[in-house]
């Protein structure tokens, strides 16, 4: 049985902070200990005593703001999670968090008051899958992940993305792998953490492709045909001679066209990267694979990669737009350069619903993330397909 996870609460009002340890104790995915404090100053006394797991804060406290609060947390040294709870301006909360990661808090989530029971437990959940996904990070063993991956038939995740009007699915996303350990996210920060063995992203991506291609065999083509598959790639796994002639190859074999299939980069090419890398976007272009930027604003891609690139779209996460309130024309001006329109622009980790308010003025652009739809295994992928046929959002 895993340790209580040790969490510190700081509220000033007595009620509030009982009703949050409440909440807290009773929807946690594991047992735990918790600290209350009303005074800023004990309660980082205690931070540079104990090591805890999650700490929940005001950020409006008498004696020391919340912001100089979380300041001195990561002086300190604290890394623990951290879930803001305030009635402060959704955009004060989003400069807050932005300051709190890029002082080293790993995870930093945020709720608005007044606050529902249901955004409560979101919020919470989202804390507690950052967790568990860095836990899971952190053990990352490359030669495990090789044995798990070859030893059974990979389990996928799938993650929709819709039309952001019609609610038209437009795409779906590998997004997971279900692993004995648990839910390993195929994302960019998957593939760096890969880098020690330069042949092991490669690999790991051929083993998901080819399964890929199995799941898809297995659906009829009337569900899939207009349906795009998106994966993540990584440079390294451009650094390696024909890639994208085995992909063509492996599709064509099992009568699937290349046009089924994306990849998302969220790394640009350099000077210093190897030219087989520039082969190779030649190449996945001149097969009809689909090529979108990934992480645009967060990744490594810079504006001459976006002009430079043969791209088919652009994704940006949520919590980027809501850094850029007024550069929104900006980043259509951006698309505009880069030959896009809005309808290929993909707003992702749409993940609550002040999430949602970032789409506002981007009239037909395509979303994701969990208040959009949830992500599902691959067992539903079929009848999911054919549901949004039955319901006519499937559309070519």
């Excluded at 509030?16 to 104790?25: E, H, M, V, Y």
């Excluded at 100089?68 to 968090?97: E, M, P, Q, W």
């Excluded at 737009?321 to 505009?336: D, E, R, Y």
């Excluded at 992928?381 to 499937?394: D, H, N, P, R, V």
Aim: proline share 5%.
């Amino acid at each position: 049985m895993p340790p209580p996870l040790r969490l510190l609460i700081l509220e000033d009002q007595v009620i509030l902070r009982k009703l949050i340890s409440r909440q807290t104790g009773f929807f946690s995915r594991q047992a735990t200990t918790i600290d209350e404090f009303s005074d800023p100053a004990e309660a980082l006394r205690s931070a540079a005593e104990n090591s805890y797991d999650l700490i929940i804060t005001d950020i409006g406290i008498p004696g020391m703001s919340g912001i100089d609060f979380i300041k001195n947390l990561t002086a300190i040294g604290c890394r623990a999670s951290l879930l803001i709870i305030s009635g402060y301006d959704s955009r004060i909360l989003h400069a807050i968090v932005r300051m709190a990661r890029s002082q080293g808090m790993p995870s930093v989530h945020f709720l608005c008051k007044p606050y529902s029971i249901d955004q409560f437990l979101h919020q919470l959940n989202a804390v507690f899958a950052d967790m568990e996904q860095q836990a899971g990070s952190t053990a990352l063993d490359p030669q495990q992940l090789w044995h798990d991956c070859a030893a059974a038939p990979l389990a996928l995740e799938f993650r929709p993305v819709l039309d952001d009007e019609q609610r038209q699915l437009r795409a779906m996303q590998v997004a997971a792998l279900q692993l004995p350990s648990g839910l390993l996210p195929l994302d960019a920060g998957f593939y760096r953490q890969l880098a020690s063995n330069p042949q092991l992203p490669v690999l790991i991506l051929e083993m998901v492709m080819e399964r890929l291609v199995q799941v898809l065999v297995g659906i009829p083509h009337s569900l899939r045909q207009h349906i795009p598959f998106l994966l993540h790639l990584d440079v390294s796994c451009l650094a390696h001679d024909n890639v994208f002639d085995r992909y063509a190859a492996l599709l064509r074999q099992h009568g699937l066209v290349p046009g089924q299939i994306g990849f998302l980069l969220a790394d640009g090419l350099q000077a210093h990267h190897s030219p087989v890398c520039y082969e190779n976007i030649a190449k996945l272009k001149y097969f009809g694979f689909h090529l979108l930027a990934e992480q645009l604003g967060e990744g490594g891609l810079t504006v001459c990669n976006l002009l430079d690139l043969p791209l088919d779209g652009v994704r940006v996460a949520a919590s980027t737009m809501q850094q850029w309130p007024h550069q929104q024309q900006s980043l259509l001006a951006l698309l505009q350069c880069c030959g896009l329109t809005t309808a290929q622009l993909t707003i992702t980790h749409l993940d609550n619903e002040a999430d949602l308010t970032v789409i506002n003025a981007l009239s037909g652009c395509h979303v994701s993330g969990e208040q959009i739809a949830l992500q599902l295994g691959m067992g539903e992928l079929s009848s999911y397909l054919e549901q949004q046929q039955t319901a006519g959002t499937i559309q070519g």
